[in-house]
């Protein structure tokens, strides 16, 4: 009995470790990306702003789009946020207001 509750803990404890995303850090945060925002197609889409993501062993830019509005949430923009060593970066997501 002991065995299987030592394994469930081990399992659980697995998952939440690799539930968590990898924070990938830089010493040096990239520079600013300058683009020109194209119109919205209607007042009915919001600007995704562009995004920073990892891609082998550094961060590389995706550009920003229009996305449809979402009832009670609000677009919330990544960021920069400085991390132990250097820049991570947070990426933006929509959150309930």
């Keep these: 009995m002991k065995k299987y509750a030592y394994c469930s803990v081990l399992l659980i404890v697995v998952a939440a470790f690799a539930s968590c995303g990898p924070a990938y850090v ?7 990306v300058m683009y020109l925002r194209p119109a919205p ?3 009915e889409y919001v600007w995704i702003s562009g995004d920073w ?9 995706r550009e ?13 923009e990544g960021r920069w946020v400085t991390a ?4 991570r970066w947070a990426p933006g997501h929509w959150k309930r207001y």
């Design 84 to 87: 132990h060593r250097g820049w």
């Design 64 to 76: 920003g789009h229009y996305e449809r509005r979402r009832p009670g949430f609000r677009w919330e």
């Design 53 to 61: 993501f990892w891609n082998g062993g550094r961060y590389a830019w």
């Design 26 to 32: 830089v010493r040096e945060r990239p520079a600013d």
């Design 41 to 43: 197609p209607s007042a």
